[in-house]
């Protein structure tokens, strides 16, 4: 009897994790190119899919390599959202696994052009600016109706943070003395321009790109010429030349984080309170009256 009874509850216990494998599949599937994508789809989403990052925490999106098995899933999955330009791997895989099932962002949000001296092409970081991130969060909100028509993924929590959100860096950098700023790599164009501030960047778009010697010393003429006192290194990215240009020159550095993925070393632990954290620095090193 005692080994009917341990088949028995074996059985029921296989019934239930099937139920509970059945549940998840019922859900949406959905992969992310970068976590700023990831953060939006989840707040959108919320339990209704899973959410699958493509870029590792700790990993510099611009070098991402997929292996086979994640060019595998991202054929299988509900709806791949990406920026096309800024991982080729990403752009090739969705070419050839999901051109049907994708949502590029560079489709619905109108990209920065790249200045020549900063790389040229169109700049991904386009979730730096609170405004443009609301198009998108609208235009995935669409998409993820169209693939779950059952399925509740309004945009306007979403909407109403991030318009708070650029309430604040709107109050917060009205009024700064030192309107230009120096960062290790062009990343926050997108914030110099809705903000009316000067982006000065060491390296150009891609975060490992090295600056030429005539570079450097263009940076720290800059500095010295234009009573900088900052300069701004990444979490992500090396920041060996800014402490080299920062030393000579006798400034500062402080992190501003592009969001390009979260770490332990991040400023904050998700989208909002990293953005935050990056108002907070600006405030204060560019001399902001608030």
Known sequence: MRTLGAAGAVVALLAVVGCGDDTEADGISVYTSVYPLEWLTAELAGDQATVTNL???GTDPHDLELSPRQVGEMGEADL???????????DEAVAEQAPEHSLDIADVVELRTVPDDEGGGLDPHMWLDPERFITAGEALSDRLSEIDPDGEYGAEAVTNELSDLDAEYQAGLADCAQRAFVVSHAAFGYLADRYDLEQIAISGIESDSEPSPARIREIASIVDDRDIDTIYTETLASARTADIIAEETGVETSVLDPLEGITEASPGDDYPSVMSANLSELTAHQRCST
């Not at 791949?80 to 990403?90: L, N, R």
């Open 55 to 57: 870029t590792e925490p």
């Open 80 to 90: 791949v959202v990406y920026i096309s330009g800024m991982q080729p791997a990403v």
